[in-house]
């Protein structure tokens, strides 16, 4: 079993910027590849961006790419999402979670591929 903590959810203007963390207790953190999802009201969950177990590589939702980036710290068993450039659209419900894989693919835009999920931090942008 894998217990996911996201934080660092909150209120802010537009164009600024936030930073969640993601912190993972239970199985080994460093052998799975660590997404972000995200749920507006009334919208399905969808993708945001995912990292590989060792932070070589990462995907991005076309809608964040150049905006957010995913890193982690494996000693901390820690996932960051930093968000620059919000926009109001941004607002939603974040979550991470964790896949029981090394490596990316396509499989990694799909919620259902995610074994564990962490229990959301809001993120609202507004003026």
């Known amino acids: 079993q894998v217990q996911l903590v996201e934080s660092g959810g909150g209120l802010v203007q537009p164009g600024e910027s936030l930073r969640l963390s993601c912190t993972a207790s239970?199985?080994?953190?460093?052998?799975?590849?660590m997404g972000w999802f995200r749920q507006a009201p009334g919208k399905e969950r969808e993708f945001v961006g995912a990292i590989s177990h060792g932070g070589v590589s990462t995907l991005y939702a076309d809608s964040v790419k150049g905006r957010f980036t995913i890193s982690r710290d494996n000693a901390k068993n820690t996932v960051y999402l930093q968000m620059n450039s919000l926009k109001p659209e941004d607002t939603a419900v974040y979550y991470c979670a964790a896949r029981s894989v090394y490596y990316l693919s396509e499989y990694s835009k799909s919620p259902d591929k995610y074994d564990y999920w962490g229990q959301g931090t809001q993120v609202t942008v507004s003026s």
């Open positions: 239970g199985r080994s953190f460093s052998d799975m590849t």
